[in-house]
């Protein structure tokens, strides 16, 4: 466990570098790290004896994301989408590069990286875990910002293809979660049934 906890502290030492801050019971806290331990959070809840290469991904998912801004890219979808390719193989390449410097073998660093990747989607329970973790952090933690900043019928667009990703148990959960009226208004437009 003792390269585990140094990769673990490596991860948390570069997203306390985070120039963004965000307020959690009533203390600032830079962005990332609040992320990554949320995320960890979430994949402890839904996977109790989660691995160390699913814990490991989970908590580099978004390490050092400060350093590619979206306003670097053009604000349009294919603009989003390129950002979005150049941030995984940053993150994937930024997460090797600390794992190598701790002492973990290829094998893991690889397997890790693919979770980062989520190349098994579909196919790896554990990549099903850290996406599931994925949404429900968005859901739990920033659906407010994005009610508040997206057009409604996009944001039903994206909360249905959130739900589309999740598997019934992180479904479960997210139904479980506490959301004000205008979250819980769109959430509901976004599951009501066709028809």
Not at 17 to 33: A, I, S
Not at 80 to 104: N, S
């Given at each position: ?33 609040l ?8 994949v ?82 554990e ?24 057009e ?44």
């Amino acid at each position: 466990m003792e390269k585990f906890d140094e990769a673990i502290r490596r991860f948390d030492e570069e997203n306390s570098q985070d120039p963004h801050q965000e307020g959690e019971g009533g203390t600032m806290h830079p962005r990332e790290l609040l992320y990554a331990r949320r995320l960890t959070e979430w994949v402890r809840r839904l996977d109790p004896g989660a691995s160390e290469r699913l814990l490991l991904a989970a908590r580099s998912q978004h390490v050092c994301r400060w350093m590619i801004p979206r306003s670097s890219y053009e604000m349009t979808r294919a603009g989003y989408l390129r950002w979005r390719a150049d941030l995984k193989k940053f993150h994937a390449g930024k997460t090797a590069e600390i794992l190598r410097e701790v002492g973990y073998d290829e094998g893991i660093i690889r397997e890790v990286q693919d979770l980062n990747l989520k190349k098994n989607l579909g196919h790896d329970p554990e990549c099903q875990v850290l996406e599931d973790a994925l949404c429900l952090v968005t859901l739990q933690y920033q659906l407010a910002d994005l009610v508040a900043r997206t057009e409604p019928e996009k944001m039903v667009g994206i909360l249905q293809k959130t739900w589309k990703k999740m598997s019934p148990v992180a479904r479960g959960e997210a139904l479980k979660l506490e959301y004000s009226a205008e979250e819980k208004a769109v959430l509901e437009r976004a599951l009501a049934p066709e028809g």
